[in-house]
T-cell receptor
Framework: KAGVTQTPRYLIKTRGQQVTLSCSPI?????VSWYQQTPGQGLQFLFE???????NKGNFPGRFSGRQFSNSRSEMNVSTLELGDSALYLC?????????????FGPGTRLTVL | LAKTTQPISMDSYEGQEVNITCSHN???????ITWYQQFPSQGPRFIIQ???TKVTNEVASLFIPADRKSSTLSLPRVSLSDTAVYYC?????????????FGKGTSLLVTP
């Protein structure tokens, strides 16, 4: 069974631009969560989608948004990029929503904002 | 959402047993306790999960006291490859969704 895939793996953008990251969950998984990881703040929860609906959202500004498609694939968008948005963005999928279900992480997208 | 507190870093020698304790004083009735491991430049990987008492699998044990306000991840006879960051998470499975906050975790360094 294929794991979680994320595209692109690396991305360089400049301030003010916008970016879209993609995540394909493990087949059969319906929940997709997004995380931001930086050296200073650790691994922070962005949002979680289940059945195409955002079920929970972390403490991030509205510039960060996402969506989930009917095939459970998910995209995350960041508008008006800032230098502080440089980070590793991780996507995780699980069978269903809820902490009981193991999350499987993708390799991440390394975003650099110049 | 239950807040967790765990040591920022720990050091160990190869072959020793390592115990990492996590505090979660306001854990709720429906909350599960889960531990993840993360190597550099990789996403976290599930290690073990429990609700109460003791859980053991092929890589670790998880000890949860009766009041569930803390938990201890035990790694038997660590090797150099166990050098990683370990995260303790507490979250429920409510229908309203959940937010698993990983925080900064515990950075474990294993040396020869």
């Amino acid at each position: 069974k294929a794991g979680v895939t994320q595209t692109p793996r690396y991305l360089i953008k400049t301030r003010g631009q916008q970016v879209t990251l993609s995540c394909s969950p493990i087949s059969g998984h319906r929940s997709v969560s997004w995380y931001q990881q930086t050296p200073g703040q650790g691994l922070q929860f962005l949002f979680e989608y289940f059945s195409e609906t955002q079920r929970n959202k972390g403490n991030f500004p509205g510039r960060f948004s996402g969506r989930q498609f009917s095939n459970s694939r998910s995209e995350m968008n960041v508008s008006t990029l800032e230098l502080g948005d440089s980070a590793l963005y991780l996507c995780a999928s699980s069978l269903s929503q809820g902490a009981k279900y193991e999350q499987f992480f993708g390799p991440g997208t390394r975003l650099t904002v110049l | 959402l239950a807040k967790t507190t765990q040591p920022i870093s720990m050091d160990s020698y190869e072959g020793q047993e390592v115990n990492i304790t996590c505090s979660h004083n306001n854990i709720a009735t429906n909350d599960y306790i889960t531990w993840y491991q993360q190597f550099p430049s990789q996403g976290p990987r599930f290690i073990i999960q429990g609700y109460k008492t003791k859980v053991t699998n092929e890589v670790a044990s998880l000890f949860i006291p009766a009041d569930r306000k803390s938990s201890t991840l035990s790694l038997p006879r660590v090797s150099l490859s166990d050098t990683a960051v370990y995260y303790c998470l507490v979250g429920d499975m409510g229908d309203s969704g959940y937010a698993l906050n990983f925080g900064k975790g515990t950075s474990l360094l294993v040396t020869p």
